[in-house]
C-alpha cells in the first residue's frame, strides 16, 4: 500500500490501440505496482484506441515502473505536458465554454457575470478551444 506522504502526483494521457482496450490496465497498475489513480477524462471504445488522462500517485520508482510496464505492452504514455489557459485581453465573458466544459473548470462567477477558470479542474478535453467564439481559451505546451 502506498505511503502518502511519499507520493508523488503525476498526470499523464495513456493511449491504447483497441487491442487493448478491455485489458485491465489501471487494475494492473494498481496491483502490480502498488499506484494509486484517478482517472481525469477517458475516451474508450472497443471499435478504436482508447485515451485516458490520469493521475498516477506513489513512490517514484514505483511510477517510473508503471510507465515502462506500460509502454512494454504497447500503451504510448506522455507525461502532461500541455496545458489550457484564457486570455484574458480576448475573453468577452459570453459564457459558451460554460455550457461546453464537463468538469466545471469553466463557469460564469455571479453576479458580476465574469468566466472563471479553474485550471485545477481541467482535464484538457479541449471542448472550449471550439466553442469560445473570440478564441480566449488557447492550448499551450509547457
Do not use: W
Amino acid at each position: 500500500m502506498t505511503d502518502a506522504r511519499n507520493d508523488i502526483r503525476k498526470r499523464f494521457v495513456l493511449v491504447f490501440p483497441h487491442e487493448l482496450v478491455n485489458r485491465p490496465i489501471i487494475y494492473e497498475l494498481c496491483r502490480d505496482f502498488d499506484v494509486a489513480f484517478n482517472i481525469l477524462h477517458a475516451s474508450v471504445s472497443s471499435e478504436r484506441e482508447g485515451r485516458v488522462v490520469i493521475e498516477l500517485a506513489g513512490a517514484s520508482s514505483r511510477l517510473t515502473a508503471a510507465a515502462q510496464h506500460l509502454e512494454r505492452i504497447g500503451v504510448t504514455i506522455d507525461s502532461l505536458n500541455q496545458e489550457v489557459r484564457r486570455n484574458e485581453d480576448t475573453c468577452i465573458h459570453c459564457g459558451t465554454c460554460e455550457g461546453f466544459c464537463p468538469t466545471g473548470a469553466l463557469y460564469v462567477a455571479r453576479p458580476e457575470m465574469r468566466v472563471v477558470y479553474d485550471e485545477t479542474k481541467c482535464v484538457l478535453c479541449e471542448r472550449c478551444l471550439n466553442a469560445c467564439p473570440t478564441h480566449a481559451m488557447e492550448f499551450r505546451f509547457r
